[in-house]
């Protein structure tokens, strides 16, 4: 299996950026495609982002496309979520994920593998 652990969280304002990391550590990395998603107080954990085991064919949830890029280096067994023009509606626990599937998906179920999560915060 494969461990995740998160970071780079924090308060932020609206219209800034924050970068998260994800570092993995087990099974061999670029087995997995890897995810974003967030949970926000009272809501069910959502998609936010996908990219594929190579690092191509980055997918974004609507309301993040544009603001969100998502990359990988397995090199360094890490994937990043780079956010800009943050809004208070991206105020939401994030989590990485790892999924084995041969496809790309935005279902929290075809995820095997999910990190603890790092808060982020977005002051109006």
């Known amino acids: 299996q494969v461990q995740l652990v998160e970071s780079g969280g924090g308060l932020v304002q609206a219209g800034g950026s924050l970068r998260l990391s994800c570092a993995a550590s087990?099974?061999?990395?670029?087995?997995?495609?890897m995810g974003w998603f967030r949970q926000a107080p009272g809501k069910e954990r959502e998609f936010v982002a996908v990219?594929?085991?190579?690092?191509?064919?980055?997918s974004y949830a609507d309301s993040v496309k544009g603001r969100f890029t998502i990359s990988r280096d397995n090199a360094k067994n890490t994937v990043v979520l780079q956010m800009n023009r943050l809004k208070p509606e991206d105020t939401a626990v994030y989590y990485c994920?790892?999924?084995?599937?041969?496809?790309?998906?935005?279902?929290?179920?075809?995820?095997?593998?999910w990190g603890q999560g790092t808060q982020v915060t977005v002051s109006s």
């Open positions: 994920a790892a999924g084995e599937r041969w496809y790309l998906s935005a279902v929290r179920g075809d995820y095997d593998y």
């Open positions: 087990g099974r061999t990395f670029s087995r997995y495609n």
């Open positions: 990219v594929g085991r190579s690092g191509g064919s980055p």
